[in-house]
């Protein structure tokens, strides 16, 4: 059965004045349900589960389009010091890589619209599924768990790029946090305190949840929510509200479930030979979009985002498996240019079609280490940094580092490992630290942006603010 969808956006519809608002909102997938017609039992829910999961691969998600790339997955590198700008791009996302966006920036409310429509249809999932728990009780728990850390991890999403401050009991402006399937729904925003509560409250429950199951969740892929990917999600929270003893407890938990990929195994995981090490990963298959073509867009060898010179500096061409793995060259005439190789195909096609990997234990060991080193267990976060590293290069060897050194060297190594995947932006903001391109390129108008700059906290879009009273006078600060 096709249902026309029923699309949530607190007043964002063709006010947005985006061309392709009608197909948005008249689109019809097959596994969505009208948010007015009850499910009847859980078959439909497990329908409208896929439907969520399916909702991550959108342009302006982790999916990359003409004119929107993967707003959580190429661009928090492309707004930061990893990458650089080519001729060879057509200056799309310049607004948001030069730092000069405002409130009527339609790739900022594309993003907006994208978020809030995967919470959209977790809570579909969620919306009176309690019926069934009586007659159901584990896959009443699969359901709900996956549908509560997901609904949680997008509002965590939405906090990094629009929360103001990532301090735990700030009380600067957060994010609306959605629970209920309401199209005249028009919530204010919280503040940072208070999203962060609920974010919690939603991880920690899909964890318990997800604990007691009425099958494996990832029997043959990392392809959803697990109890162990919510843990990683735990982590990754937790590491931003700087709760290092919690940071640190959910990590060790996944790095004892699924530990990192040997040397012989890693440059597999971008080419989706194996899911080593893969925590959880979102599935592009054919016809599916892809979420990294906005980067080096393999089928037409346009080299539009290169690495940075200052970076690619960084790694050992000879023993480090990741220079190979992340880095390559392409010929466009006599020129041959660095690419970015980590995202280009599973195999010959040269299609930009991989897996999105949202979580790796290589994160997981980061975030042990950085909460280590910041909570005094000096030792224990020099530990997770040389075994990272010996996993990583050939012939490694050990570094004895404390204080401030190896508090760096941690950041440095972050900024390797994880290269490209979604997280330098947050890192330099989320540290408040000065972001400064020393490789800025020819096409960059900006090259350095300090920690108090508005630019590191999104404007609400304009049209949200037009069409929702409650969120007409919570423009971020400097909007």
Not at 332 to 341: A, D, K, Q, S
Request: one cysteine or more.
């Amino acid at each position: 059965m096709r249902i026309k969808q029923l699309f949530i956006g607190f007043g964002l519809c063709c006010s947005l004045g985006l061309s392709a608002c009608e197909e948005v909102i008249e689109v019809e997938p097959e596994f969505q349900r009208d948010a007015n017609q009850l499910f009847t039992n859980l078959d439909d829910y497990e329908f409208a589960l896929t439907g969520a999961y399916a909702r991550f691969r959108q342009v302006g998600y982790f999916a990359s389009g003409a004119q929107t790339t993967g707003t959580w997955s190429t661009l928090p590198d492309m707004m930061s010091d990893n990458l650089v700008q080519t001729s060879e791009d057509l200056a799309n996302w310049a607004n948001q890589t030069n730092w000069v966006y405002t409130a009527d920036e339609t790739d900022i409310a594309v993003a907006w619209i994208s978020a809030y429509s995967v919470i959209n249809q977790a809570n579909l999932v969620l919306r009176d599924i309690e019926q069934f728990s009586e007659t159901d009780p584990e896959r009443v728990n699969r359901l709900k768990g996956q549908a509560l850390a997901i609904r949680g991890m997008v509002h965590f999403d939405l906090l990094r790029y629009w929360g103001e401050s990532f301090e735990r009991n700030s009380t600067e402006l957060g994010v609306p946090y959605v629970t209920v399937v309401d199209p005249e729904s028009k919530p204010s925003r919280l503040n940072v305190s208070e999203t962060y509560d609920n974010i919690f409250r939603d991880l920690q429950e899909a964890e318990t949840l997800l604990g007691t199951v009425d099958r494996e969740i990832n029997a043959t892929n990392r392809a959803y929510i697990d109890q162990t990917v919510t843990r990683a999600i735990l982590a990754r929270v937790n590491l931003y509200a700087k709760d290092y003893a919690a940071a640190e407890n959910y990590a060790t938990q996944v790095i004892e479930e699924l530990p990192l990929a040997t040397r012989n195994e890693f440059a597999d995981i971008w080419t989706d030979a194996t899911d080593d090490e893969v925590i959880w990963a979102v599935a592009f298959n054919a016809g599916e979009g892809t979420p990294s073509g906005g980067l080096f867009n393999a089928p037409s060898n346009r080299n539009r985002f290169r690495p940075s010179e200052e970076l690619v500096d960084e790694y050992n061409e000879e023993t480090d498996i990741r220079f190979p793995s992340y880095f390559s060259t392409r010929a466009l005439g006599e020129t041959e240019r660095v690419i970015v190789n980590k995202f280009v195909s599973r195999g010959t096609a040269q299609d930009n079609l991989v897996n999105w990997k949202v979580f790796r234990t290589g994160e997981m060991y980061l975030i042990r280490a950085e909460a280590r080193a910041l909570s005094g267990d000096e030792s224990g976060a020099l530990e997770d940094l040389n075994t990272l590293r010996s996993a990583r290069i050939e012939g490694y060897v050990p570094v004895d580092l404390a204080g401030q050194a190896l508090v760096d060297e941690i950041a440095l190594e972050r900024r390797k490992e994880l290269f490209g995947e979604g997280h330098r932006w947050f890192d330099v903001k989320r540290t408040t630290r000065n972001l400064v391109r020393e490789d800025c390129g020819t096409t960059a108008t900006n090259c350095t942006l300090a920690p108090d700059a508005r630019e590191w906290a999104w404007p609400i879009p304009q049209a949200e603010i037009d069409a929702n009273e409650n969120i007409s006078t919570q423009q971020t600060s400097g909007y």
